[in-house]
């Protein structure tokens, strides 16, 4: 995965204390995944056209839509903002 984007470890710790709870069965690996996300939106793609090395393009879609609804990545957003100034 050396030519795929990954956030980094000081990114994960930014947006880290925004995440919900994992309920029951521990999620997937957030770094990958919301890599994934990103790399998605970012470059306009489907999530059919994800690389494979972010997992299954449904986690990546499931995981938008389930921490979207909630406002997470509104806040995560808001809190990367207000850090860069």
Do not use: C
Not at 8 to 31: K, N, T, W, Y
């Amino acid at each position: 995965m050396s030519d795929v984007f990954l956030l980094s470890e000081r990114q994960m710790d930014l947006i880290r204390p925004f995440f919900p709870l994992a309920h029951g069965v521990a999620r997937v690996d957030d770094r990958r995944v919301l890599s994934g996300i990103v790399y998605v939106i970012r470059n306009g793609l489907q999530w059919k056209d994800a690389p494979k090395a972010y997992g299954p393009h449904r986690t990546l879609y499931n995981r938008f839509i389930r921490w979207n609804r909630p406002g997470v990545f509104d806040r995560i957003f808001v809190a990367v903002t207000e850090q860069a100034g």
